[in-house]
C-alpha cells in the first residue's frame, strides 16, 4: 500500500524548492474526480427511440458527412441540392429550374440560388424556354457531365459501402419504404 503524503502533487501544496522541500505553506485536499459522464452506451434516446423521424435525420447526417468527405474538393461538396440538381439537368436536358426545386423541396429563391452557383462554376447554362420566353430551362457544360459522371460513382460506391452491414433484402424493403413516403411528400401518388 503507498501513503500519499503532503508533499505529493496530488495535495497540491504548491511548489517544492531545489532541494525538494516544500516552498509554500498552503496545502489544500485534492480535488475530487467527478463522476463520468452517462456512458453513450447506456443513454436513453427518451421518446426519439420510437421515432423513424430521429433515425432519418440521424442517418442523414451521417450520410451527408461521409459524401461530403468522399467528394472533397469537387464542386458539388458541401451542401444540399447540387448533386441533385447536377444528375438531373445532366439526365434531362432542358429540365426546368422549378420542376428540381419540386423534387429537391426547394423555394424558388433558394433554387434560384443554387442554379447561379452552379452556373458560377460551369456547370450549368441557362436558357430562356423556346415556347416560353418566361420560363427556363437548364443544360449541363462538358465540365458538369464529367461532374455527373464522378459523382454517379462516387455516389453509388459510398451507398453500397455505408448500408454494407444491412443485409440486401432489408436495403430493398427500406428503399421502397422510403421511396414512398418521399414520393407522397411531394403529392406525386394521387
Not at 503524503?5 to 524548492?17: F, I, K, R
Not at 452556373?119 to 427556363?136: C, K, Y
Request: proline letters at 5%; aromatic letters at 4%.
Amino acid at each position: 500500500m503507498v501513503w500519499k503524503t503532503l508533499d505529493t502533487p496530488e495535495w497540491g501544496c504548491g511548489d517544492l524548492d531545489e532541494g525538494g522541500q516544500q516552498a509554500s505553506g498552503e496545502c489544500s485536499m485534492p480535488a475530487k474526480k467527478k463522476a463520468p459522464p452517462h456512458p453513450v452506451e447506456t443513454v436513453g434516446l427518451d421518446v426519439l427511440e420510437d421515432t423513424l423521424s430521429f433515425y432519418i435525420r440521424s442517418i442523414n447526417i451521417a450520410l451527408s458527412r461521409d459524401l461530403d468527405h468522399r467528394l472533397e474538393g469537387l464542386d458539388v461538396a458541401r451542401g444540399t441540392g447540387k448533386i441533385t440538381t447536377l444528375l438531373l439537368v445532366d439526365s434531362h436536358p432542358g429540365i426546368r429550374p422549378s420542376v428540381i426545386a419540386q423534387l429537391i423541396l426547394r423555394d424558388r429563391s433558394a433554387m434560384g440560388r443554387l442554379v447561379d452557383q452552379m452556373i458560377d462554376h460551369d456547370l450549368v447554362t441557362r436558357r430562356n424556354a423556346p415556347d416560353d420566353g418566361r420560363a427556363q430551362e437548364l443544360h449541363i457544360t462538358e465540365k458538369g457531365a464529367d461532374l455527373a459522371r464522378k459523382v454517379r460513382e462516387i455516389a453509388t460506391k459510398q451507398s453500397s459501402d455505408f448500408f454494407a452491414g444491412v443485409p440486401e433484402e432489408d436495403q430493398k424493403r427500406l428503399l421502397d419504404i422510403l421511396r414512398r413516403v418521399y414520393r407522397r411528400t411531394l403529392g406525386l401518388d394521387q
